[in-house]
């Protein structure tokens, strides 16, 4: 019978898929790191900072804005969900915005 031959190709195929590592874009991995930061106005860990760092550099080639600094779409209401800050050996009440 054809099919009870592809039972046991199906399965392993299955199991194939199962143990496949997922393998996450940039901005895909960048949200799961951002999903786990600490509070707003809280201090990042360096290894927070770090990873934001490397993700933000492999996610940076694929923005298809040119300029996207000075670009008229960065105009609008946004929601800070991560600020890099660090502390600093003075108190400074702008230091989370810089």
């Known amino acids: 019978h054809p099919q009870a031959a592809l039972r046991p190709t199906l399965a392993a195929a299955v199991e194939d898929v199962v143990d496949a590592p997922v393998v996450l874009s940039p901005k895909e991995e960048l949200l799961s790191v951002m999903s786990t930061a600490t509070p707003i106005g809280s201090a990042a860990t360096e290894s927070l900072r770090s990873s934001v760092l490397e993700l933000l550099t492999k996610l940076e080639p694929s923005n298809p804005t040119?300029?996207?600094?000075?670009?008229?779409?960065?105009?609008?209401?946004w929601d800070v969900v991560y600020s890099g800050y660090a502390p600093g050996p003075l108190a400074s009440p702008t230091r989370p915005l810089a």
């Open 66 to 77: 040119e300029a996207p600094a000075t670009s008229p779409v960065l105009n609008g209401v």
